[in-house]
Nanobody, 122 residues
Framework: QVQLVESGGGLVQPGGSLRLSCAAS????????MGWYRQAPGEQRELVAT???????SYGDSVKGRFTASRDNAKNTVYLQMNSLKPGDTAVYYC????????????????WGQGTQVTVSS
């Protein structure tokens, strides 16, 4: 079974920084993409950033220039460095990954973490 475990959320003042981490564990054979989505109360879930195994990274328009996603492929981990945080960044942040499990090699499935709360407030 594949699991995504997030860490690093919390409360931060406007203009501050946070770093989120997400590690994939369990029966992981291969990972194509890893990234982050977020969902604020009453809003739809939206893309924050996603990285592929080939090294390309895409960002949501609202975070470009402020957030940076990176991966450690050896650790099956994706990070999200969030700088210049704004109250509008307040949301639950979900890790997402496209993973081929060991018992079904070659087929990729979408996995989600449990979410971590990020609150930006003075």
């Amino acid at each position: 079974q594949v699991q995504l475990v997030e860490s690093g959320g919390g409360l931060v003042q406007p203009g501050g920084s946070l770093r989120l981490s997400c590690a994939a564990s369990g029966s992981v054979f291969s990972i194509y993409a890893m990234g982050w989505y977020r969902q604020a109360p009453g809003e739809q879930r939206e893309l924050v950033a996603t990285t592929t195994s080939g090294g390309s990274t895409s960002y949501g328009d609202s975070v470009k220039g402020r957030f940076t996603a990176s991966r450690d492929n050896a650790k099956n981990t994706v990070y999200l460095q969030m700088n210049s945080l704004k109250p509008g960044d307040t949301a639950v942040y979900y890790c997402n990954a496209r993973i081929s499990p060991s018992n079904d090699r070659g087929h990729y499935y979408n996995y989600w973490g449990q979410g971590t709360q990020v609150t930006v407030s003075s």
